[in-house]
Antibody, heavy 118, light 107 residues
Framework: EVQLVESGGGLVQPGGSLRISCTAS????????MHWVRQAPGKGLEPVSA????????YYADSVRGRFTISRDNSKNTLYLQMGSLRAEDMAVYYC???????????WGQGTLVTVSS | EIVLTQSPATLSLSPGESATLSCRAS??????LAWYQQRPGQAPRLLIN???NRATGIPARFSGSGSGTDFTLTISSLEPEDFAVYYC?????????FGQGTKVEIK
């Protein structure tokens, strides 16, 4: 069974940093590009970042470029998002999702909540 | 960035009725469009891949059509569990943007 489990969310002050993780199981993690998508409270879905199978290619939304870094450790079946210079508008549930190379994100985790507040 | 515009924002229907949701792209995305369902407190669920292909395990009452800039999701006979928010997404180019969502609510 495919499972994606996010962790590491929590309360952080504006300007602070946080790293969230996504641990995968039930499939060959290294074969799939991976994505982070976020959803602010009561709002829609927003793509945040994506990474290729070997980590060589990374993609960022303009709203987070230069502040967030996506990475993966295929030996640990884990995806990361290092978030820095956090702002109130970064507060959201962050979902990780796997994407078949020629398709759309087909499995999603349940999300981890990041709260940015003083 | 490609902007996806969904309409209507809210659809009020009764169980058993059919639902037609629209997604319009600001430029052509070919067939690179998906539909997701999101129930309250849950992660999005992929319904339709590449405009018209149902994802694994999705009931036949869900169907997608369109290409280029205009796309439609049809739910042929609404079941109680279908009342949710629906999003479209494109993967023609990065960022893989989403529409703002259509809420299908019980009338």
């Amino acid at each position: 069974e495919v499972q994606l489990v996010e962790s590491g969310g929590g309360l952080v002050q504006p300007g602070g940093s946080l790293r969230i993780s996504c641990t995968a199981s039930g499939f060959t993690f290294s074969n799939y590009p991976m994505h982070w998508v976020r959803q602010a409270p009561g709002k829609g879905l927003e793509p945040v970042s994506a990474i290729s199978t070997n980590g060589g290619d990374t993609y960022y939304a303009d709203s987070v470029r230069g502040r967030f870094t996506i990475s993966r450790d295929n030996s640990k079946n884990t995806l990361y998002l290092q978030m820095g210079s956090l702002r109130a508008e970064d507060m959201a549930v962050y979902y990780c999702a796997r994407r078949p190379s020629s398709g759309f994100p087909d499995y999603w985790g349940q999300g981890t909540l990041v709260t940015v507040s003083s | 960035e490609i902007v996806l515009t969904q309409s209507p924002a809210t659809l009020s229907l009764s169980p058993g009725e059919s639902a037609t949701l629209s997604c319009r792209a600001s430029q052509s995305v070919g067939s690179y469009l998906a539909w997701y369902q999101q129930r309250p407190g849950q992660a999005p669920r992929l319904l339709i891949n590449d405009a018209s292909n149902r994802a694994t395990g999705i009931p036949a009452r869900f169907s997608g059509s369109g290409s280029g800039t205009d796309f439609t999701l049809t739910i042929s006979s609404l079941e109680p569990e279908d009342f949710a928010v629906y999003y479209c997404q494109q993967r023609y180019n990065w960022p893989f943007s989403f529409g703002q969502g259509t809420k299908v609510e019980i009338k």
